[in-house]
């Protein structure tokens, strides 16, 4: 059993910025990789961004050179800094790990999402 929650979301104009934080907890042996999805309504979910355990980043262009994701491995949480925020970014944005549950065991989960609402 593994739950993830995130924080963060909120209005901001753009051009503005906001931090996503997302902390999993429950009974688990490591998290492999850590990441973020968003989706706009009509849309589908789209990848934001992931990083592995040894902190390589993945990055869709949407994101790319605006978005940084990071993640502290003690607290098993994982953090998304969106600067320059454009109105294209309004979505919710969902927390995803891919957890090593034990030996031989891995499963993956996602947050409830929090809303992203950017403004002219």
């Known amino acids: 059993q593994v739950q993830l929650v995130e924080s963060g979301g909120g209005l901001v104009q753009a051009g503005g910025s906001l931090r996503l934080s997302c902390a999993a907890s429950?009974?688990?042996?490591?998290?492999?990789?850590m990441g973020w999805y968003r989706q706009a309504p009509g849309k589908q979910r789209e990848l934001v961004a992931h990083?592995?355990?040894?902190?390589?980043?993945k990055y869709a262009d949407s994101g790319m050179g605006r978005f940084t994701i990071s993640r502290d491995n003690a607290k098993n949480s994982v953090y998304l800094q969106m600067n320059s925020l454009k109105a294209e970014d309004t979505a919710v944005y969902y927390c995803?790990?891919?957890?090593?549950?034990?030996?031989?065991?891995?499963?993956?989960?996602w947050g409830q999402g929090t809303q992203v609402t950017v403004s002219l």
């Open positions: 995803n790990a891919d957890v090593n549950i034990y030996l031989h065991r891995t499963d993956n989960f």
């Open positions: 429950g009974s688990f042996f490591a998290i492999n990789t």
């Open positions: 990083i592995t355990i040894g902190g390589s980043t």
